[in-house]
């Protein structure tokens, strides 16, 4: 009995301070008010997996089970393997890592509704937090469930199929989640045209909450030419607010080479407002920015990342850490094809942050555009990489 007990030392009880200082953590700062551990539970054990669970303490078992990304095993299984978790999943961090994904279904090439009761519904009918809800086609189901919802979520990404394939009752059960979470959300996707009112339940604008989340880093809109905004309104409320990307909407899936552009004022109010934050820009349309943009672009003196029409390149010197950037091309033939990407080379030859480049030339005019103009273009880039080794150029012809 005594050479078992000799091979097989019985594990010592320890606090949580001795732990610190056993796996040898300098800083342990002062004792917790209350031990981590209950009296009599064996960090070993605990370790090895073998403690009972009913042994731990609400606060462990709440910052473990938080690591579970599935949120069905949230939902269905851990209730079956302990009883407090009922009680204990209605704390926010218990779901902090998990996500809802909710994919576009189609007929026929057009997105459609459906209504079949998912997992994912049940989820959001459920969890008080989400990590991120991505709407990317719309679905009756957890149209509802939103409805009836309280969480909130640090991420929010509403793809277009989801608009395009809903109604005017769509939009509110969104955007209430999104004022629900003003004060948590992170990153916001959102496409919004002008031909619906798209408010939230209590009648507030998808502009409005927009301007009243708190920590924004990343924002990324498709907004149509004629949507009603007024002048100002976010121009104070972005402070935060690190990535921007805007597109203007199309609504149709055939390419027109009509000129267009999101609203002026709201482009000119997201740049003013994240001044001094911005560091990655994003202007998607083939519109030239007008005077005010370009002067509220300009002051966004921390952008390391720009993609825009090629009307900024004169303004690089007023980016110093701009070392990313992506510029759209848009000659008015085959003739000016190699004009214009030798001419935008030259522009960005002078700007030393500069690491990699990305020129696009818009060749809608014609299809056979960008194979006559190819190696033209090329020859421009290789006497730039002789000037510029450092700096990666690629090409794209786009349709």
């Avoid at 109604?167 to 948590?184: F, K």
């Avoid at 552009?261 to 920015?289: I, K, Q, T």
Wanted: hydrophobic share 40%; net charge neutral; glycine share 6%.
């Amino acid at each position: 009995m005594g050479g078992c007990c000799a091979r097989h030392p019985a594990p010592t009880v320890v606090s949580r301070r001795q732990e610190i200082l056993l796996n040898g953590k300098r800083d342990v700062g002062p004792e917790p008010p209350h031990a981590l551990f209950p009296r009599g539970v064996r960090v070993d054990r605990i370790a090895q997996g073998r403690c009972p669970i009913a042994a731990l303490p609400d606060e462990l078992l709440v910052d473990v089970f938080s690591r579970v990304a599935d949120g069905g095993a949230l939902l269905d299984t851990l209730p079956l393997l302990c009883k407090r978790w009922r009680r204990l999943c209605r704390d926010s961090k218990a779901w902090r890592d998990v996500e809802v994904r909710f994919e576009a279904r189609y007929e026929h090439g057009v997105p459609v509704v459906t209504s079949e009761p998912t997992v994912a519904a049940r989820i959001v009918l459920h969890a008080p937090s989400l990590r991120s809800l991505d709407l990317e086609g719309p679905d009756r189901a957890v149209l509802l469930a939103l409805r009836r919802s309280k969480a909130v979520v640090r991420r929010l990404c509403v793809k277009t199929a989801f608009w395009k394939a809903g109604d005017d009752g769509l939009c509110p059960e969104v955007l209430d989640v999104l004022w629900r979470s003003r004060h948590c959300a992170r990153r916001v996707q959102l496409w919004l045209d002008d031909e619906r009112a798209q408010r939230d339940s209590q009648g507030r604008p998808a502009l409005d909450i927009l301007g009243d989340l708190e920590h924004l880093e990343e924002l990324r809109l498709e907004v149509a030419e004629r949507l009603p905004y007024t002048a100002g309104k976010l121009a104070a409320g972005m402070q935060r607010l690190r990535e921007v990307f805007v597109s203007h909407v199309r609504f149709t899936d055939a390419y027109s080479s009509d000129r267009f552009a999101p609203p002026e004022a709201l482009v000119e109010d997201l740049l003013r407002g994240a001044a001094a934050s911005l560091r990655s820009a994003s202007l998607y349309w083939n519109e030239p920015l007008g005077e005010a943009q370009r002067a509220a672009l300009q002051q966004c003196a921390a952008l390391e990342s720009l993609m825009a029409h090629q009307a900024v390149l004169p303004a690089l010197r007023h980016w110093p850490r701009l070392h990313t950037l992506n510029v759209q091309l848009y000659p008015a033939g085959v003739e000016q094809v190699g004009g214009c990407v030798r001419d935008a080379l030259r522009q960005c030859e002078p700007h030393a942050p500069l690491r990699h480049v990305t020129l696009g030339v818009n060749c809608y005019i014609d299809d056979d555009m960008w194979e006559e103009s190819s190696d033209e273009c090329q020859g421009h880039v290789e006497a730039f990489g002789k000037l510029r080794p450092e700096v990666k150029v690629e090409l794209d012809g786009w349709y």
